[in-house]
């Protein structure tokens, strides 16, 4: 089973800022099979990248992901007000896994 | 425009069931694998079991040691997940989420749209 590790836990920054997410696998997979989620409290998840590097419908650009073999990265490239929020990455399979998360929180 | 939307979740106690339902329009329901996925309060998301478009293909994540079926009435544009046994630890919200591709078969890619939710409680 391969396992998703997500850093930081927490990541605090300012509006404008740039964010950095990573995600990175216990063991090498096909390098288009990953997905990133936005979700926010009391909210459902929201798609936002999938094959490592395509964005979902309607998502806009200053979202990224890049990433292969077992290293991928999450970019914001200036955060938003509304993009303070919890992110998971997750990897296709037959038995889909989720990251635990990381936290982007206002500085 | 797509919509799913969950009911069927409540409190209970440990050791009974519930069944779970997920009531799917605005896409062809029969051509897409669906799943639950649930989250436990404070913590992440857990993929719970999917099913194909034809329920040829189904699977459950080992945590759930056989307590928990998947169904679809593809007739009906529902999902189902009848739990068993519950315990303290199935205690979440559970999700309804679509597939992202059309005829995935056996696999499960990403999950493009998601339910809001229905909370399960198990406790005595």
């Known amino acids: 089973e391969i396992v998703l590790t997500q850093s930081p836990g927490t990541l605090s920054l300012s509006p404008g800022e740039r964010a950095t997410l990573s995600c990175r696998a216990s063991?090498?997979?096909?390098?288009?099979?990953l997905a990133w989620y936005q979700q926010k409290p009391g909210q459902a998840p929201r798609l936002l990248i999938y094959?490592?590097?395509s964005r979902a419908t309607g998502i806009p650009d200053r979202f990224s992901g890049s990433g292969s073999g077992t290293d991928f990265t999450f970019t914001i490239s200036r955060l938003e007000p509304e993009d303070f929020a919890v992110y998971y990455c997750q990897l296709y399979g037959s038995s889909p896994t989720f990251g635990q998360g990381t936290k982007v929180q206002i500085k | 425009e797509v919509q799913l939307v969950e009911s069927g979740g409540g409190l209970v106690k440990p050791g009974e069931s519930l069944r779970l339902s997920c009531a799917a329009s605005g896409f062809t329901f029969n051509t897409y694998t669906m799943h639950w996925v649930r989250q436990a309060p404070g913590k992440g998301l857990e993929w719970v079991s999917s099913i194909s478009s034809s329920s040829s293909y189904i699977h459950y994540a080992d945590s759930l040691k056989g307590r928990f079926t998947i169904s679809r009435d593809n007739a009906k544009n529902s999902l189902y997940l009848q739990m068993n046994s519950l315990r303290a630890e199935d205690t979440a919200v559970y999700f309804c989420a679509k597939d992202g591709v059309r005829f995935g078969g056996s696999y499960c890619y990403y999950f493009d749209h998601w339910g809001q939710g229905t909370l399960v409680t198990v406790s005595s």
């Open positions: 063991q090498i997979f096909s390098s288009d099979y």
């Open positions: 094959g490592a590097s």
